[in-house]
Every structure is written in structure tokens, then in C-alpha cells.
């Protein structure tokens, strides 16, 4: 079991940057695949960013160039920066993890194993 807490979410206006920090609670945080996800009113939640075991990382097309995933092993933490908001960034986040699979079946978004509860974010135009 892995628990996994979000915090760093917010109302920031366009143009803005916020910055998410993810909290697993196992010490083997350095063997994961982490992503972040987002889930937007009346649609499907989407992969975002992903940061692999060596640090390799892959994003949606949307966020490239906005976003960076990153990771500290030292503090089980993953953070995701946000730059330059858009209204349409605007969703619940969500930290997941992914115990087992290779890193080409991780950016897929599927089988993720824990979740964390998500934060919101708010970007007003």
C-alpha cells in the first residue's frame, strides 16, 4: 500500500504559475513510475506528466513546454510546475503511482496502482 498526498493546488489568474507537490508514503518511492493526472468537469481525466525510475519523463500535448515533472527521492516527492495557466488547466489533480509496469506502458496513463485524493486547481481568465 502506498499512500499519497497532494498539496499546492489554488485559484491563480491566466498567465500564472502554481507548483504541486506529491508525498508517497513508502521509502521505495525511488522504484515507481509517478504521474500526474487531471480531471476536468464532464470530461475524461488525462495523463499530464509522468517521470520514470531513471528520470526520463513524458507529457500531453498540451502541457508541453508549461509543465515540468520532477522528483526527489531523498523526500518520496514528485512536483509538478505550472507555467503559464490557461483556463483550460483548470481541473482536479491527481498524484498516482505505478509499482510494476515498464516505463512505455507508464506513459500510456493505464493501470496506475495508488492514487491520492487531488487537489484543485482554478485558473481564471
Known amino acids: 500500500q502506498v499512500q499519497l498526498v497532494e498539496s499546492g493546488g489554488g485559484l491563480v489568474q491566466a498567465g500564472g504559475s502554481l507548483r504541486l507537490s506529491c508525498e508517497a508514503s513508502r521509502r521505495t518511492f525511488s522504484r515507481y513510475n509517478m504521474g500526474w493526472f487531471r480531471q476536468a468537469p464532464g470530461k475524461q481525466r488525462e495523463l499530464v506528466a509522468a517521470?520514470?525510475?531513471?528520470?526520463?519523463?513524458n507529457y500531453a500535448d498540451s502541457v508541453k513546454g508549461r509543465f515540468t515533472i520532477s522528483r526527489d527521492n531523498t523526500k518520496n516527492t514528485v512536483f509538478l510546475q505550472m507555467n503559464s495557466l490557461k483556463p483550460e488547466d483548470t481541473a482536479v489533480y491527481y498524484c498516482?503511482?505505478?509499482?510494476?509496469?515498464?516505463?512505455?506502458?507508464?506513459?500510456?496513463?493505464?493501470?496506475?496502482?495508488?492514487w491520492g485524493l487531488g487537489t484543485q486547481v482554478t485558473v481564471s481568465s
Open positions: 498516482a503511482v505505478d509499482i510494476d509496469q515498464p516505463w512505455v506502458a507508464a506513459i500510456t496513463g493505464n493501470d496506475y496502482d495508488y
Open positions: 517521470i520514470g525510475v531513471g528520470g526520463s519523463t
